[in-house]
Protein backbone atom coordinates (compact mmCIF):
# COMPACT_ATOMS: atom_id res chain seq x y z
CA UNK A 1 0.00 0.00 0.00
CA UNK A 2 3.25 2.40 0.42
CA UNK A 3 3.33 3.39 3.66
CA UNK A 4 4.15 1.26 7.18
CA UNK A 5 1.32 -0.40 8.46
CA UNK A 6 -0.89 0.92 11.37
CA UNK A 7 0.30 -2.12 13.85
CA UNK A 8 4.14 -1.11 12.85
CA UNK A 9 3.84 1.83 14.95
CA UNK A 10 3.04 0.23 18.32
CA UNK A 11 5.89 -2.50 17.47
CA UNK A 12 7.96 0.58 17.34
CA UNK A 13 6.64 2.34 20.75
CA UNK A 14 7.41 -1.35 22.12
CA UNK A 15 11.01 -1.62 21.33
CA UNK A 16 11.09 2.00 22.97
CA UNK A 17 9.53 0.66 26.17
CA UNK A 18 11.27 -2.72 26.61
CA UNK A 19 14.48 -0.30 26.05
CA UNK A 20 13.47 2.22 28.68
CA UNK A 21 12.63 -1.18 31.04
CA UNK A 22 16.10 -2.72 29.92
CA UNK A 23 17.86 0.84 31.55
CA UNK A 24 15.41 1.02 34.68
CA UNK A 25 16.54 -2.92 35.57
CA UNK A 26 12.94 -3.90 35.13
CA UNK A 27 13.84 -6.44 32.56
CA UNK A 28 16.70 -8.67 32.72
CA UNK A 29 16.32 -11.01 29.67
CA UNK A 30 13.64 -12.16 27.48
CA UNK A 31 11.38 -14.02 29.83
CA UNK A 32 11.21 -11.72 32.65
CA UNK A 33 9.18 -8.41 33.24
CA UNK A 34 7.68 -6.86 36.40
CA UNK A 35 5.02 -5.38 34.62
CA UNK A 36 2.23 -5.73 32.18
CA UNK A 37 0.67 -3.54 29.49
CA UNK A 38 -2.87 -2.49 30.22
CA UNK A 39 -3.92 0.07 27.63
CA UNK A 40 -2.18 1.24 24.46
CA UNK A 41 -3.04 4.54 22.11
CA UNK A 42 -1.80 5.38 19.38
CA UNK A 43 -2.52 8.27 16.86
CA UNK A 44 -1.71 8.77 13.50
CA UNK A 45 -0.78 12.18 11.70
CA UNK A 46 1.08 11.00 8.69
CA UNK A 47 2.01 8.01 6.99
CA UNK A 48 5.37 6.84 7.00
CA UNK A 49 6.47 5.82 3.33
CA UNK A 50 9.55 5.41 2.53
CA UNK A 51 11.88 6.85 5.53
CA UNK A 52 15.14 5.19 6.03
CA UNK A 53 14.76 5.48 9.63
CA UNK A 54 12.06 6.85 12.43
CA UNK A 55 12.47 7.87 15.56
CA UNK A 56 10.91 7.00 18.64
CA UNK A 57 10.89 9.10 21.24
CA UNK A 58 9.62 7.80 24.78
CA UNK A 59 8.57 9.81 28.10
CA UNK A 60 7.27 9.21 31.90
CA UNK A 61 4.23 11.40 31.70
CA UNK A 62 2.54 9.96 34.94
CA UNK A 63 3.08 7.68 37.66
CA UNK A 64 0.01 6.39 40.24
CA UNK A 65 0.72 3.92 43.14
CA UNK A 66 0.28 0.52 40.68
CA UNK A 67 0.42 2.23 37.05
CA UNK A 68 2.56 4.27 34.85
CA UNK A 69 2.22 6.16 31.45
CA UNK A 70 4.64 6.00 29.12
CA UNK A 71 4.31 8.79 26.30
CA UNK A 72 5.52 8.45 22.62
CA UNK A 73 6.44 10.67 19.76
CA UNK A 74 7.28 8.75 16.06
CA UNK A 75 8.84 10.92 14.00
CA UNK A 76 12.21 11.76 11.04
CA UNK A 77 13.39 15.45 11.92
CA UNK A 78 10.77 17.54 12.13
CA UNK A 79 7.70 15.18 10.76
CA UNK A 80 5.81 13.99 13.70
CA UNK A 81 3.99 10.77 12.35
CA UNK A 82 2.07 9.59 15.27
CA UNK A 83 2.17 10.02 18.89
CA UNK A 84 0.94 7.83 21.43
CA UNK A 85 0.27 6.28 25.10
CA UNK A 86 0.82 3.44 27.51
CA UNK A 87 -0.27 2.45 30.87
CA UNK A 88 1.48 -0.35 32.20
CA UNK A 89 0.92 -2.04 35.24
CA UNK A 90 3.43 -3.50 38.13
CA UNK A 91 2.75 -7.17 38.19
CA UNK A 92 3.50 -10.17 39.98
CA UNK A 93 3.32 -13.07 37.49
CA UNK A 94 3.51 -15.59 40.03
CA UNK A 95 0.64 -14.41 42.21
CA UNK A 96 -0.87 -12.94 39.10
CA UNK A 97 -2.30 -9.80 40.62
CA UNK A 98 -0.77 -6.34 40.51
CA UNK A 99 1.52 -4.79 43.02
CA UNK A 100 2.43 -1.12 44.28
CA UNK A 101 5.42 0.80 42.27
CA UNK A 102 8.68 0.44 44.59
CA UNK A 103 10.14 4.02 45.51
CA UNK A 104 13.11 2.37 43.99
CA UNK A 105 11.29 2.14 40.56
CA UNK A 106 9.50 5.55 41.39
CA UNK A 107 12.70 7.68 41.46
CA UNK A 108 13.89 5.79 38.38
CA UNK A 109 10.44 6.76 36.67
CA UNK A 110 11.06 10.08 37.77
CA UNK A 111 14.37 10.39 35.99
CA UNK A 112 12.32 9.79 32.54
CA UNK A 113 9.36 12.19 33.30
CA UNK A 114 8.17 14.79 31.00
CA UNK A 115 4.75 17.20 30.16
CA UNK A 116 2.38 14.56 28.74
CA UNK A 117 1.48 14.57 25.25
CA UNK A 118 -1.56 16.42 24.11
CA UNK A 119 -4.05 13.79 22.63
CA UNK A 120 -7.85 14.11 20.54
CA UNK A 121 -10.61 12.45 22.46
CA UNK A 122 -10.75 10.54 25.93
CA UNK A 123 -7.19 10.68 26.76
CA UNK A 124 -7.19 13.83 27.60
CA UNK A 125 -9.35 13.56 30.62
CA UNK A 126 -8.04 12.03 33.99
CA UNK A 127 -9.34 8.76 32.86
CA UNK A 128 -6.81 6.15 33.73
CA UNK A 129 -8.59 2.84 32.92
CA UNK A 130 -10.67 0.43 35.43
CA UNK A 131 -8.75 -0.45 38.55
CA UNK A 132 -6.16 1.13 37.61
CA UNK A 133 -4.36 4.40 39.86
Given at each position: ???VNHAVY???METARVE???RLGMIRDMSSSSFIVAMAHCEYKKPIRDEPRVTVSCLVSRIGDRSWDLDY????GRVEFAIGRTTQ???DYHTRSTVRISEKLRKALGKYSGKPLRFR???N???AGPGVS
Open positions: MGHLQYLARTVSAVGYGLLSSW
